[in-house]
């Protein structure tokens, strides 16, 4: 069958700073997915419209068009659906916390995730660091879990969005993945698909994010809400810093090991905060009242439903979490208070060590990750340890004290770190 258009009078159309119709843009994702738009020929509309953008209805059709590339889950378990989405950020084990306790206050939450890319770590490498856990399930596992436990965390189908799979790994190669257009539609393809009813984005603000600033993050909210809202998803937005690591964990075990201590209701403050400000989001979207995740999370409740979480899916949530071959603490270098604890340092510090990946596919370290000692804001002595690197392989620890050491500040005095959640969107 011939093609309607052809894929150069797209580009140019985009290149010159036109609109692209809704037809060109449901063919162009289309013939992209099937193979029939050349990848240098992408890549170049990547560049396009990273460099001309998209409007609103244009971002719209383009994630409508990723999402019919592959297959739409509607979800009946009986009670209503909520998911959360974090752009990414350094320490954010929150998943891990927020998935059984929305289960554990009435909701279902389906949280198909990624694997982290660089420095943001990956909900599903942390979780891989539990013995036996495995994050593969069949759709029909997946609906069964939710409807027995109330909550899933597993691998995101290759039937979701197939479109923007392919879409990404171009991206990434081609200096395009900072659109805020391609960015929203490339989280709320796979999010939609997915089926929830509603849906909170925590947007992430700081060095250690996609969005630098909080201009840009304020539009790619503003973006992903539309698009939910185009699509019958009730859709709120969290604004949070992200210009210091969250929690005191940055890697996989030593976060699984932090999330279990809030889900044991103990756990550090901004974590428990932060946890709690989504779930009361999440419970609002999806309509549950009269129920408080302050309560709910102090019950011993949450706990019992994480247990279940990780056994329906092979992991034995008892086992001991994997040990690191090496450990090196980094001191402080001057008596001061911690000034700067910057997260893209700690972030990039993990990622040193063994925590993350710099190629898709490749092995992450259970064990690796950075444990903070001291917060910013703390006065420090000189000698007194700062930080706890933990790796397999101990060629890794000089990069990783130097990648620390560029985001650790320590002056005669430091302004009180500001607000953890910055703004909500709805
Ligand atoms: N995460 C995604 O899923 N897509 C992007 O484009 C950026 C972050």
Redesign the pocket.
């Known amino acids: 069958m011939a093609e309607p258009f052809a894929a150069v009078d797209v580009i140019r159309a985009k290149r010159d700073g036109g609109r692209l119709t809704d037809a060109q843009v449901d063919w162009v994702v289309d013939a992209y997915t099937r193979g029939v738009v050349a990848e240098e020929q992408m890549a170049a509309l990547a560049m396009a419209i990273l460099l001309r953008g998209m409007d609103g209805d244009e971002t719209a059709r383009w994630t409508r068009a990723m999402i019919d590339s592959g297959e739409r889950l509607h979800i009946d378990v009986g009670r209503p659906t909520a998911d959360k989405h974090s752009?990414?950020g350094v320490g954010d084990k929150i998943t891990l916390v927020l998935a059984p306790l929305v289960a554990a206050c009435g909701a279902a939450v389906p949280q198909l995730s990624?694997r982290g890319l660089g420095h943001t770590g990956g909900t599903l490498d942390k979780l891989e660091a539990i013995p036996g856990w495995r994050a593969e399930l069949s759709t029909a596992e997946m609906i069964a879990q939710l409807d027995d436990v109330g909550a899933v965390v597993a691998a995101a189908s290759a039937a979701l969005a197939p479109a923007?799979r392919k879409l990404?790994a171009l991206?990434d190669v081609t200096a395009t993945?900072e659109s805020i257009p391609?960015?929203a539609s490339?989280?709320m393809s796979?999010k939609i698909a997915a089926g929830p009813r509603s849906l909170v984005l925590d947007v992430k603000v700081g060095s250690g994010a996609?969005m630098k600033t909080r201009p840009d993050a304020v539009e790619l909210a503003h973006t992903m809400i539309g698009i939910g809202r185009a699509h019958g998803v009730a859709t709120a937005a969290v604004l949070t810093d992200m210009s210091r690591p969250l929690g005191l964990t940055a890697g996989n075990a030593v976060e699984v090991a932090e999330a279990v201590e809030v889900l044991r209701g103990g756990g550090p403050p901004d974590v428990v905060e932060l946890t709690l400000v989504l779930a009361r989001e999440m419970l609002a979207l999806a309509g549950i009242t009269g129920v408080d995740p302050a309560e709910v999370l102090a019950s011993g409740e949450v706990y019992r439903t994480w247990q279940a979480m990780i056994r329906a899916q092979g992991g034995d949530p008892d086992a001991p979490l994997p040990r690191p071959a090496h450990r090196h603490v980094v001191e402080a270098e001057a008596d001061g208070v911690l000034a700067e604890l910057d997260a893209l340092a700690v972030g990039m510090a993990a990622w040193r060590l063994g925590a993350g990946r710099s190629a898709p596919g490749e092995p992450v370290q259970h064990a690796a990750g950075v444990r903070l000692l001291a917060r910013q804001g703390d006065e420090v002595r000189k000698g007194q340890p700062l930080a706890e690197l933990h790796t397999d392989t101990a060629d890794a620890v000089p990069a990783a004290v130097a990648a620390l050491a560029d985001g650790v500040r320590i002056a005669a005095t430091a302004e009180a770190p500001g607000p953890l959640v910055l703004d909500v969107l709805r």
């Open positions: 752009t990414g990624g923007d990404y991206r993945v391609l960015i490339s989280i796979k996609f």
